[in-house]
């Protein structure tokens, strides 16, 4: 399938991230207004709070845009999601009967404000980059013993924090925590020192599960994809992760891209998992290709400085898809809310510059990596940190919009007074 064209003009440029075949979901206010739900369509939002409200969006049942965040169309489940892009992609095409109703409700993107989509109800991150976790353990334990013994076997995550989880644009603090001191000395309490990004994906659920579910069933509870960044203290990490895992060292903040970008849009660059180097126990099997074929860079832009790409890899590498680790996450009968968040895992590549995380792409701190007018190990104050993603069609873009945060300088002693 090729583009979509639409009315609006904007959204017919091969490069532009938001064309009619994307639709993604974001929450956005106009100078002082109330934040409410839009869907981006070219250079502009689209109210689609304000078109339920005016009764062009004809969906069934009651409202479910009278709140600012998208939760409700999602725990609505795949007929609603389908429903929705039929009418708004009938609203918004070429020649389509209902520009002129449709025109008002449109305001350009560059006098907005976005705010987080959708209310985040648990957040999961997994562990599931095979170049990564080959990466960190080797730097860890060394090459033999690289990969844990259940990594081949199982997606291997953890609970996260929802109440980390920001929008593109929050500035982060550099967090402060308990550090290892040298040898048997007493640890320290510092601002981190190696504070770095993970450059992931978040699958967003949309409809909820009671029990364990299929991958086939877990794959359609799934409503969208965001950008992730899963900022990480690796001092406080390497210090406090044994034997339960990381714990402070995530919770400072994780930042999301301000668009969900639907399954739907992103179905023509679906791709299969990586050859299995051990068969999966049945029930993680994939019935079908589950990964998307996404394009994936990290920029670092130092205060005043000029942007460097450090870092492009794709989607594609994860070990795991997100509907395998969403089905393990389940086989216990932990339910699934509307609204939980999974991140991928780290996206390594196998090439250096393929590097999901300063931890690799400066190997542990030991080989600091050019940027514009000087050199990184890891995140220094004043730095903004961005991801992007895009996928590429036949004469069109999907893109999720930056996913981007600065890290300011922490804070004084927090327990000094
Ligand atoms: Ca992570």
Same mark, same amino acid.
């Given at each position: 399938?090729?583009?979509?064209?639409?009315?609006?003009?904007?959204?017919?440029?091969?490069?532009?991230?938001?064309?009619?075949?994307?639709?993604?979901?974001?929450?956005?206010?106009?100078?002082?207004?109330?934040?409410?739900?839009?869907?981006?369509?070219?250079?502009?939002?689209?109210?689609?709070?304000?078109?339920?409200?005016?009764?062009?969006?004809?969906?069934?049942?009651?409202?479910?845009?009278?709140?600012?965040?998208?939760?409700?169309?999602?725990?609505?489940?795949?007929?609603?999601?389908?429903?929705?892009?039929?009418?708004?992609?009938?609203?918004?095409?070429?020649?389509?009967?209902?520009?002129?109703?449709?025109?008002?409700?449109?305001?350009?993107?560059?006098?907005?404000?976005?705010?987080?989509?959708?209310?985040?109800?648990?957040?999961?991150?997994?562990?599931?980059?095979?170049?990564?976790?080959?990466?960190?353990?080797?730097?860890?334990?060394?090459?033999?013993?690289?990969?844990?013994?259940?990594?081949?076997?199982?997606?291997?995550?953890?609970?996260?924090?929802?109440?980390?989880?920001?929008?593109?644009?929050?500035?982060?603090?550099?967090?402060?925590?308990?550090?290892?001191?040298?040898?048997?000395?007493?640890?320290?309490?510092?601002?981190?020192?190696?504070?770095?990004?993970?450059?992931?994906?978040?699958?967003?659920?949309?409809?909820?599960?009671?029990?364990?579910?299929?991958?086939?069933?877990?794959?359609?509870?799934?409503?969208?994809?965001?950008?992730?960044?899963?900022?990480?203290?690796?001092?406080?990490?390497?210090?406090?992760?044994?034997?339960?895992?990381?714990?402070?060292?995530?919770?400072?903040?994780?930042?999301?891209? /301000?668009?969900?970008?639907?399954?739907?849009?992103?179905?023509?660059?679906?791709?299969?998992?990586?050859?299995?180097?051990?068969?999966?126990? /049945?029930?993680?099997?994939?019935?079908?290709?589950?990964?998307?074929?996404?394009?994936?860079?990290?920029?670092?832009?130092?205060?005043?400085?000029?942007?460097?790409?450090?870092?492009?890899?794709?989607?594609?590498?994860?070990?795991?898809?997100?509907?395998?680790?969403?089905?393990?996450?389940?086989?216990?009968?932990?339910?699934?809310?509307?609204?939980?968040?999974?991140?991928?895992?780290?996206?390594?590549?196998?090439?250096?510059?393929?590097?999901?995380?300063?931890?690799?792409?400066?190997?542990?701190?030991?080989?600091?990596?050019?940027?514009?007018?000087?050199?990184?190990?890891?995140?220094?104050?004043?730095?903004?940190?961005?991801?992007?993603?895009?996928?590429?069609?036949?004469?069109?873009?999907?893109?999720?919009?930056?996913?981007?945060?600065?890290?300011?300088?922490?804070?004084?002693?927090?327990?000094?007074?």
């Amino acid at each position: 399938m090729g583009l979509i064209r639409s009315w609006v003009e904007s959204a017919n440029g091969e490069d532009c991230p938001f064309p009619l075949n994307n639709l993604p979901c974001g929450v956005f206010s106009v100078s002082d207004d109330e934040p409410r739900c839009g869907v981006a369509i070219g250079d502009c939002v689209l109210d689609v709070a304000r078109l339920e409200e005016a009764g062009l969006l004809a969906l069934p049942g009651k409202p479910l845009l009278d709140v600012p965040f998208w939760n409700e169309v999602m725990g609505a489940g795949p007929a609603v999601w389908a429903a929705l892009r039929d009418r708004l992609t009938a609203l918004l095409a070429e020649g389509a009967p209902d520009r002129a109703a449709a025109e008002p409700f449109l305001h350009p993107l560059v006098d907005v404000s976005l705010h987080m989509p959708f209310l985040v109800s648990e957040y999961t991150d997994f562990y599931a980059g095979r170049n990564h976790a080959f990466n960190v353990g080797t730097m860890f334990r060394g090459p033999e013993n690289a990969l844990p013994p259940n990594w081949l076997h199982i997606p291997i995550g953890y609970n996260g924090r929802a109440s980390s989880v920001v929008v593109s644009g929050t500035d982060v603090r550099r967090p402060w925590g308990q550090v290892k001191g040298p040898d048997h000395a007493v640890p320290s309490f510092q601002p981190s020192r190696r504070f770095d990004i993970e450059l992931e994906m978040g699958a967003v659920v949309g409809t909820p599960s009671i029990g364990p579910v299929t991958v086939a069933e877990a794959d359609d509870m799934i409503f969208g994809y965001v950008l992730l960044n899963d900022w990480s203290a690796r001092d406080i990490q390497a210090w406090e992760y044994q034997p339960l895992g990381p714990f402070q060292a995530k919770a400072t903040a994780t930042t999301i891209s /301000p668009w969900i970008v639907m399954k739907a849009a992103l179905e023509p660059f679906r791709t299969a998992t990586p050859a299995r180097e051990v068969p999966l126990l /049945p029930y993680l099997n994939e019935p079908r290709p589950m990964l998307y074929d996404i394009a994936l860079e990290v920029a670092l832009q130092p205060e005043g400085g000029a942007e460097t790409i450090i870092a492009r890899t794709n989607y594609a590498e994860m070990y795991y898809s997100a509907p395998q680790q969403l089905a393990h996450h389940t086989t216990s009968g932990c339910a699934m809310n509307t609204g939980d968040l999974l991140g991928s895992g780290t996206i390594s590549g196998p090439t250096k510059e393929s590097r999901g995380s300063l931890l690799e792409l400066s190997w542990g701190g030991k080989e600091p990596i050019a940027i514009s007018g000087g050199t990184r190990t890891f995140i220094e104050d004043n730095d903004t940190l961005t991801l992007r993603g895009q996928c590429k069609g036949d004469g069109y873009t999907i893109g999720f919009g930056d996913c981007t945060g600065k890290v300011i300088p922490a804070l004084a002693d927090p327990y000094a007074r």
